[in-house]
């Protein structure tokens, strides 16, 4: 009996072994070796033409913190200050989303059943249709002879084009656009996890509206705008795609930064050290993410990925 | 009560307004894909099919102007590639995503936590990190940038979104039929591919989708490690776009348009059936 119960065990070891082999090595050789090259090669010294010299060096860090002073490598604030720009871009889109996500998905989970599915369905559908077309048909409407300009002075309510494309404005506009459907669909999570007696017994116990939305209805929703302001704020930080067709030059993201240092510039340390600036700020507010869930210790939260499933 | 039906209908008109919001810059590529103004795409001239034309490569007047056309063929070859790309990616990453969910799913081992935040840690990476990681790891290790440097760069993080499609079938899944399997006798292979698999195929299928509309969009990690021959079609559409705003660029998108939606509607609805 024993004989046969090992056997089984020994079975049950190969089949995991065979479906895990092939993962493993993958994920570490092309995923985990990669980030950690990336993390040394933040720590060289780039090379003159190019390439890299492999001697250590803070200078990269410093370029960007403010401490690098030598001939070649020198501080520069700039750096920094595209850094923060681009943390006010990203936490300007997020804000943008929540307040034109938050209505819609109320509106949707107050629907019967199955016209609910059908809307969700139309409001994600956007997220299949290719990046690049969508951020062309923003050119198209910002553009100074484009569609809003057109139709603005058609109508004659301005005298000549606005300059929308190529500014903050145009930026924010497009970030918010892609990323609705990450927004959406946590928001819409916890909304239609909403108890309705409660907002009743608060309505009720004499609150008014506005107290009702921020004492019962804010906080019982509160997963879902931390959820989707993540899953919307850490694409935006790094994007550089959208700053570079809507951005034009006049609106640089530390995105843009490191596509030149790797592209145009080639300096590949300085650049790893740009995404690891980057990638730091991701991971920490994950933590800060993952204890405030932690602490609060509530069922059914999950990493924010889990809802919205997109980057 | 007034009060509350007054409150409904503003949110109704704002719900419509904000499909209007997702919907309207779409349209408009397409009714202007329609528009034969070569000069300022967004003022109506008239009706044409020529951009449609020009991009499947048939005579129109606008060869002429040469201005306006840029050669098919790469538009051609870069289609063919992201084909290439989408279709090796999704088989690849099916394979390994569902292999680690069923993993993760079914046995208990030490490294199970381990593997759970390996298959997120890519989907909260920002694309541009995992694409200069990528960058610097193929160039220092000799691979040469080229469809199979594109095709590994999908693979690590199309792994997760199918793990993830996958472990949610999973989760929903009825275990008893798997242990009742295995009390009447099969063993693990049999009841592996009579039981689990048939019924995680929609998960398996799912996952595959996703992978495929996915890879086939991914323009921020391609551009990256994609050499000079081998861009793909987002690539190629963004490298049109940086030269200047063309009117075929809108026949091209609204093609493109017109099978995501097909793609994501069969999925979608595959999806709402089989629940």
Redo the contacts between chains.
């Keep these: 009996m024993s004989g046969t119960e090992q056997h089984a065990k020994r079975?049950?070891k190969i089949?995991?072994a065979a479906?895990?082999v092939?993962?493993?090595l993958?994920?570490v050789v092309?995923?985990?070796?990669?980030?950690t090259?990336?993390l040394v090669?933040s720590w060289l010294t780039p090379g003159v033409y190019g390439g890299v010299e492999w001697t250590f060096s803070h200078l990269n860090y410093g370029r960007i913190l403010g401490w690098a002073n030598t001939r070649y490598e020198k501080f520069d604030p700039t750096y920094l200050a595209i850094f923060f720009q681009s943390v006010r871009l990203a936490a300007t889109t997020v804000l943008a989303s929540l307040i034109?996500?938050y209505?819609?998905a109320?509106?949707?989970a107050?629907m019967p059943e199955k016209r609910r599915?059908f809307f969700i369905?139309?409001?994600?559908?956007?997220f299949?249709?290719?990046?690049?077309?969508?951020?062309?048909?923003?050119?198209?409407?910002l553009?100074p002879?484009?569609?809003l300009n057109?139709a603005l002075m058609g109508l004659g309510l301005i005298g000549q084009p606005l300059e929308i494309i190529y500014t903050d404005v145009a930026v924010i506009i497009g970030m918010t656009?892609v990323f609705?459907p990450f927004m959406f669909l946590p928001l819409y999570a916890s909304i239609e996890k909403l108890d309705e007696s409660l907002i009743e017994a608060s309505q009720d116990l004499g609150a008014n509206r506005i107290q009702t939305f921020l004492r019962v209805v804010l906080p019982q929703t509160l997963p879902g705008i931390i959820g989707g302001s993540i899953i919307v704020f850490?694409?935006s930080?790094?994007?550089?795609?959208v700053p570079?067709?809507l951005g034009g030059a006049k609106v640089v993201m530390t995105?843009n930064l490191?596509?030149q240092q790797?592209?145009s510039a080639r300096n590949?340390p300085f650049?790893?050290a740009l995404?690891m600036i980057?990638?730091t700020a991701?991971l920490v507010l994950?933590l800060l993410y993952v204890r405030a869930v932690s602490r609060e210790d509530r069922q059914g939260v999950t990493?924010p990925?889990?809802h919205g499933?997109?980057? | 009560m007034r009060r509350t039906s007054w409150a409904r209908a503003i949110l109704s008109a704002y719900g419509w307004l904000f499909l209007a919001f997702i919907y309207a810059p779409i349209l408009l590529i397409v009714v202007f894909s329609f528009n034969s103004n070569p000069v300022n795409m967004m003022i109506w001239q008239e009706f044409t099919l020529d951009w449609y034309r020009t991009i499947f490569g048939f005579p129109t007047k606008l060869n002429e102007l040469t201005l306006y056309v840029e050669s098919t063929d790469q538009l051609y070859k870069a289609v063919f590639n992201s084909l290439r790309v989408a279709v090796t990616t999704t088989l690849i990453s099916t394979v390994l995503g569902t292999a680690v969910a069923l993993a993760v799913a079914r046995f208990r081992f030490r490294l199970r936590s381990f593997f759970r935040a390996l298959m997120f840690m890519p989907m909260i990476m920002p694309d541009i990190i995992l694409g200069i990681a990528l960058l610097i790891f193929f160039v220092s290790f000799g691979f040469g940038l080229g469809l199979h440097t594109i095709i590994i760069g999908h693979t690590t993080f199309l792994t997760s979104y199918v793990f993830i499609v996958v472990s949610a079938r999973l989760a929903d899944m009825d275990q008893s039929l798997e242990e009742a399997s295995a009390d009447l006798g099969a063993d693990g292979w049999t009841t592996f591919r009579r039981v689990t698999l048939p019924m995680i195929a929609p998960g398996v299928v799912g996952g595959a989708m996703l992978a495929f509309i996915i890879s086939m969009d991914d323009l921020v990690i391609t551009y990256f490690i994609s050499g000079v021959d081998s861009t793909t079609l987002p690539v190629h559409i963004y490298g049109m776009l940086r030269r200047g705003i063309k009117p075929e660029i809108n026949a091209i998108a609204t093609v493109m348009l017109v099978f995501s939606f097909a793609v994501a509607s069969i999925g979608l609805y595959l999806r709402s059936r089989k629940r």
């Design positions: 079975r049950t089949l995991l479906l895990l092939g993962p493993t993958f994920l092309f995923f985990l070796i990669p980030l090259i990336m090669y034109v996500c209505p819609a109320f509106w949707v107050r599915q369905f139309l409001i994600t559908l956007p299949f249709i290719s990046l690049i077309v969508r951020l062309f048909a923003w050119v198209l409407i553009r002879t484009g569609f057109q656009y609705i850490i694409p930080l790094g994007n550089f795609i570079s067709v995105g490191i596509e790797f592209l590949w650049g790893a995404g980057v990638m991701v994950l990493l990925v889990a499933g997109a980057k």
